[in-house]
């Protein structure tokens, strides 16, 4: 893995969930340069807390928008979130109960989450959302 750099792909060019999204790419470069300077298993814990604040907090905002318009894949779109939660959740309790390899399983997941679900199914519902007046 690499330091993940935000480019064009991305963009939804819906300003407050791109601006949301950016802050998912900073907080994976974030433990990605504590990790290579030695540093993950000092900041996974902290990381890992503002992972899962920062993803019931992005996936609030998304949900209320698509619920609000009335998009017809909300409910497989909540799923998919419902998903990635609990896989945070997980990474918390591995990282509790004392597991070493955290701090790379927390990339993964993070990097996972940018490349598949932000360039899938956010991707998808941005026309919608647009469509509607949303910017
Ligand atoms: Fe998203
Ligand atoms: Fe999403």
Request: net charge negative; with cysteine; aromatic share 10%.
């Amino acid at each position: 893995m690499s330091l993940l750099m935000w480019d064009a792909r991305y963009t939804l060019n819906i300003a407050e969930i791109d601006r949301q999204h950016q802050k998912l790419f900073a907080l994976f470069n974030e433990l990605y340069e504590a990790m290579q300077q030695g540093h993950g298993n000092e900041v996974i814990d902290d990381v890992l807390t503002r992972v899962v604040d920062y993803t019931a907090y992005h996936f609030a905002t998304e949900e209320k928008l698509l619920h609000q318009y009335g998009y017809a894949e909300e409910a497989a779109h909540r799923a998919e979130h419902a998903k990635l939660t609990e896989q945070a959740k997980a990474l918390v309790h591995k990282q509790r109960s004392g597991n070493a390899q955290v701090a790379i399983a927390t990339l993964k997941f993070l990097c996972d989450w940018l490349n598949n679900h932000i360039l899938g199914s956010d991707k998808k519902f941005a026309p919608f959302l647009i469509e509607k007046g949303v910017r």
